[in-house]
């Protein structure tokens, strides 16, 4: 099976390669060689690949930017979504396209679940929403919901986000300020990378997933389990989520059920144990 990986230069985009070049044939295609923003271009270099799989790693993330930048963040996070749609209809291959739990308004207080509606509350969001919408152009397509990505692979970049600042300011005993407020499911990009190749493999019913490590936790707690792993005393700034203003608006309750992936036999692991993995690879 021949999976096509775009975005391959990436976090989530090395991890895919990673994981899947253990099982598949893999072709990879980064910014250089691909601008997704291109439909020709797109559509030519796909043509020619013939992939059985489009995954699609490459994303507009700048959350904040995004609100003076609409047009930016719209020309990848959705119309460049429409255009790899296309073109897998045009080729027979089942697409699979990230979304984030920026989609939701942050309103709730239980994990969200497939089955709620989103409400985004940001031009960022605005624009993964619409992604996923134009992934439901093709009829084998896997949409798959992640949050806070973290971690790295062999050859892939360095790790970055929200879980790698709050690490490296435990290990260099550096302040940090963290949410005691703000509720997340974390999600290793090599759980998140194993999970989709799992779905290719199974074949498994097309449609929307989420896709994070089990559980859910604050950012506080998930700075004082990081310090427990790292044997630091934590140097923490804790602040309330109303108190802080940012650009964008972000969800407060961010917290995912990926209990539609344990359905079909695929276990998430817990934040924990995700997070033990991330800081042992450190030491």
């Not at 309750?253 to 450190?282: D, F, H």
């Amino acid at each position: 099976m021949r999976v096509a990986v775009v975005g391959a230069r990436g976090q989530l985009g090395a991890a895919i390669l990673h994981e899947g070049a253990r099982r598949f044939e893999v072709v990879a295609f980064d910014r250089a060689s691909l601008d997704v923003a291109d439909p020709t271009a797109v559509s030519a270099v796909l043509t020619r690949a013939q992939p059985d799989v489009i995954v699609n790693c490459a994303g507009y993330n700048a959350v904040d930017a995004a609100q003076d930048h609409p047009l930016d963040a719209l020309a990848i996070n959705a119309f460049a979504v429409r255009s790899l749609a296309r073109t897998a209809n045009t080729v027979g291959a089942r697409l699979i396209q990230y979304s984030s739990d920026f989609v939701f308004d942050g309103a709730a207080s239980s994990p969200r679940t497939e089955d709620d509606p989103p409400n985004p509350q940001s031009v960022y969001a605005t624009s993964k929403l619409l992604g996923e919408w134009f992934a439901r152009d093709v009829p084998r397509r896997y949409v798959l919901r992640v949050e806070s990505l973290f971690g790295a692979v062999p050859g892939g970049p360095t790790a970055k986000g929200t879980v790698a600042s709050i690490v490296n300011a435990l290990r260099e005993g550096r302040v940090q300020k963290v949410f005691r407020d703000r509720t997340v499911s974390p999600t290793c990009v090599s759980d998140a990378a194993r999970a989709t190749c799992e779905l290719i493999e199974r074949n498994a019913e097309p449609g929307l997933y989420h896709c994070v490590n089990s559980g859910h936790c604050t950012w506080l707690e998930f700075a004082v389990e990081a310090a427990r792993l790292l044997g630091v005393q934590p140097k923490l700034d804790v602040v309330q989520f109303a108190d802080v203003k940012f650009p964008a608006a972000r969800p407060q309750y961010c917290a995912l059920s990926n209990q539609k992936l344990t359905t079909l036999g695929i276990e998430m692991p817990t934040w924990q144990e995700a997070l033990r993995r991330y800081v042992e690879s450190l030491k």
